[in-house]
């Protein structure tokens, strides 16, 4: 079966779901059966087919276990304590739930495979369309009672079926990580977020600290060995492997799609690496749709800084390539890969995690970093060929393409970037992304940098597909 994929920060609605690619709207058919005048003010019923937005206290009844061992209700109760009287008063807006998990970005409940059909749009899907379209992005199970970020919720895919142009059923699941599993044995939502647990004062990120310890010497929490990361970033699709989602704080997870249209989570995937099995990895892998590799990176919070690896048409990671020309962790969310280069950003956005004992987040803005634009041959044993050129104003979020010119002599990346990057975890749009031409000249080592929108664009994809 091929996919189509994609990621997102918002989600489909429980009952509708909108193809944008397409311009075909889609309506999942299911009896209603309950009564109209129950469902939220806001929501109005369509002809029998209803567009559900899931409120915060219903979600937070359906999901809250009756029944929790003695020590998750004290580790709940102290973790209560941190939110009502350690946390600031009131959140900030890019950290207070309700503000959050509004509009486009509430929650919604899995959907088990359901029939669905196409209604209105521009026009028909190619009949040769034949498969899966997948769609990621955060999603939380359990909706916390502190601060949250946008980007902290649990992965939750949305699948749509497709065959010979026709979409035939279409179904939400939550990835079933660690987090997700350990969240919902606890009946509360407590891992850490990078984004969001420490930034309410030196108290209460020194007190979620000592209760995250607290729950890992009781076994109610294992990051070291299985991970703590939401796999709600992207998806990957890995040909004659399989089906990832990932984020970068973890390794991915495996998924399958279904006959029935379902999709399950299969675990989290060490690529063969039994022996020193690595801790995360970037959610942007690149593959190569002619040799079958993949080629992807992790960051780190102690030196190598960066360390850049492929995984071989088997599905085996090869021998990391430390960059120690990095010098301090920095947050590169994605890079480019060319017939024969890598090309990794270093932006302002960095790591320390050494910033939480303050009650800062550990990711934050250097506004005193010059940015960089590197690049490197993508089959390198070693960093002794890495080249760093200086891009002043450049803070790239994704790569879209990249490609080569010139017999090799020249590289283009297609990105976008942040020209107020500090504002980038605030608000989204706020940071004015905008997407550039990034034009290379290997001999020269010279960048040359050409707007491609005057508006807001994010978020574009090339489907390797």
């Known amino acids: 079966m091929e996919a189509l994929l994609s990621s997102s920060f918002t989600h489909p609605p429980a009952w509708s779901i909108n193809v944008s690619s397409s311009s075909i709207r889609i309506h999942v058919k299911k009896k209603i059966t309950n009564n109209i005048n129950s469902l939220p003010k806001h929501t109005t019923p369509l002809t029998r087919q209803v567009i559900i937005t899931t409120q915060h206290d219903q979600i937070k009844k359906n999901n809250y276990f009756k029944k929790q061992s003695l020590l998750a209700i004290v580790f709940n109760a102290f973790d209560r304590f941190i939110s009502t009287f350690l946390d600031p008063s009131p959140l900030r807006p890019s950290l207070d739930p309700e503000h959050v998990l509004s509009g486009h970005y509430a929650p919604v409940e899995e959907l088990p495979p359901t029939i669905c059909?196409?209604?209105?749009?521009?026009?028909?899907?190619?009949?040769?369309?034949?498969?899966?379209?997948?769609?990621?992005?955060?999603?939380?199970?359990?909706?916390?009672?502190?601060?949250?970020?946008?980007?902290?919720?649990?992965?939750?895919?949305?699948?749509?079926?497709?065959?010979?142009?026709?979409?035939?059923?279409?179904?939400?699941?939550?990835?079933?990580?660690h987090k997700h599993a350990v969240e919902s044995e606890a009946g509360y939502p407590f891992v850490p977020s990078p984004f969001a647990s420490c930034n309410g004062g030196v108290a209460a990120s020194i007190a979620r600290l000592i209760l995250i310890l607290a729950r890992i010497v009781a076994g109610k929490f294992d990051p070291l060995n299985q991970g703590f990361g939401t796999a709600n970033t992207s998806v990957a699709l890995f040909r004659g492997i399989g089906i990832f989602a990932l984020c970068e704080s973890d390794l991915p997870y495996k998924?399958?799609?279904?006959?029935?249209?379902?999709?399950?989570?299969?675990?989290?995937?060490?690529?063969?690496?039994?022996?020193?099995?690595?801790?995360n990895m970037t959610a942007h892998p690149k593959t190569d749709q002619e040799t079958g590799e993949a080629f992807a990176y992790r960051y780190n919070v102690s030196p190598p800084d960066l360390s850049f690896f492929r995984i071989d048409s088997d599905g085996r990671k090869q021998k990391d390539v430390p960059i120690y020309s990095i010098k301090k962790c920095t947050m590169i969310h994605d890079f480019g890969v060319t017939k024969n280069f890598a090309i990794f950003p270093d932006s302002q956005i960095v790591v320390n995690p050494l910033w939480v004992l303050g009650g800062r987040s550990p990711v934050r803005i250097d506004s005193s970093k010059i940015q960089r634009i590197g690049f490197i041959p993508r089959y390198a044993t070693?960093?002794?060929?890495m080249r760093w050129i200086d891009s002043p104003g450049l803070n790239v979020l994704h790569c879209v393409n990249a490609w080569e010119e010139d017999g090799g002599a020249t590289i283009v990346v297609v990105a976008t970037n942040a020209s107020k990057v500090e504002k980038i975890f605030e608000s989204f749009h706020s940071s004015e992304l905008r997407m550039e031409k990034i034009t290379i000249n290997v001999n020269a080592k010279t960048v040359e940098r050409n707007l491609l929108s005057t508006t807001f664009l994010e978020l574009g994809a090339v489907n390797p597909a």
Request: aromatic residues 8%; glycine residues 12%.
């Open 117 to 177: 059909e196409a209604v209105g749009g521009d026009g028909p899907l190619p009949r040769c369309l034949d498969g899966a379209y997948i769609r990621n992005g955060p999603n939380p199970r359990l909706i916390p009672n502190g601060p949250y970020h946008l980007y902290d919720g649990d992965g939750m895919l949305h699948v749509l079926r497709i065959s010979h142009g026709k979409p035939t059923t279409f179904c939400s699941r939550h990835v079933y990580t």
């Open 255 to 279: 998924v399958k799609v279904t006959e029935e249209g379902d999709i399950a989570t299969l675990g989290r995937h060490y690529f063969h690496e039994s022996n020193k099995p690595f801790l």
């Open 382 to 385: 070693d960093e002794s060929e």
